[in-house]
T-cell receptor
Framework: GAVVSQHPSWVICKSGTSVKIECRSL??????MFWYRQFPKQSLMLMAT?????????EQGVEKDKFLINHASLTLSTLTVTSAHPEDSSFYIC?????????????FGPGTRLTVT | AQSVAQPEDQVNVAEGNPLTVKCTYS??????LFWYVQYPNRGLQFLLK??????LVKGSYGFEAEFNKSQTSFHLKKPSALVSDSALYFC????????????FGTGTQLKVEL
């Protein structure tokens, strides 16, 4: 089946530093990847939609200069949290859409726990 | 705009009893409906989906859901709950009117007790 991985699974960084999270589709090509953010005991909130080879589309209220998204290949998208602050601490989940499958199929990664101290 | 409502923050059920987790939706066009389960500090695992066809959809781990167009509902059910079913369940919808976005409900914590 379609597998999406994320790296790292958890990361702790100091306030003011930047951290990069990778999202990979392991056995399929993903023209579109999605980045979500989840606060404790809350739902997933879509941050941005990433299309291979083009700029990401950010949801209203998400700072594009703070959350840099790069989708340079059909199997890799990265989310960089720049100048991280404690309020950026959250669970970040990516999902990927299989280029060769129906448009409604989305496969989710295991998530990355970010803690900013 | 599309939306999903999961009216119950938590559902408690005894092991062996049937369970229902409720979901209603609002979307333009025909809906694509999904149920996902999330265990602590893990990503989402797909349970089942409704795209078209039979209103009763069967999914993983003995779960099923019934699409009811008139009531705009897609409740998740299981005839006999297991303690291992205890987790956070999300309903999600995507409209066929355009766009790729999935909209999630707020989640329902299912607790199955012995």
């Amino acid at each position: 089946g379609a597998v999406v991985s994320q790296h790292p699974s958890w990361v702790i960084c100091k306030s003011g530093t930047s951290v990069k999270i990778e999202c990979r589709s392991l056995d399929f090509q993903a023209t579109t990847m999605f980045w979500y953010r989840q606060f404790p005991k809350q739902s997933l909130m879509l941050m941005a939609t990433s299309n291979e080879g083009s700029k990401a589309t950010y949801e209203q209220g998400v700072e594009k200069d703070k959350f840099l998204i790069n989708h340079a290949s059909l199997t890799l998208s990265t989310l960089t949290v720049t100048s991280a602050h404690p309020e950026d601490s959250s669970f970040y989940i990516c999902s990927a859409r299989d280029h060769g499958a129906a448009s409604y199929e989305q496969y989710f990664g295991p998530g990355t726990r970010l803690t900013v101290t | 705009a599309q939306s999903v409502a999961q009216p119950e923050d938590q559902v408690n059920v005894a092991e062996g009893n049937p369970l229902t987790v409720k979901c209603t939706y609002s979307v333009s066009g025909n809906p694509y409906l999904f149920w996902y389960v999330q265990y602590p500090n893990r990503g989402l695992q797909f349970l089942l989906k409704y795209i078209t066809g039979d209103n009763l959809v069967k999914g993983s781990y003995g779960f099923e859901a019934e699409f009811n167009k008139s009531q705009t509902s897609f409740h998740l059910k299981k005839p006999s709950a297991l303690v291992s079913d205890s987790a956070l369940y999300f309903c999600a919808v995507r409209g066929t009117g355009g766009g790729n976005k999935l909209t999630f409900g707020t989640g329902t914590q299912l607790k199955v007790e012995l």
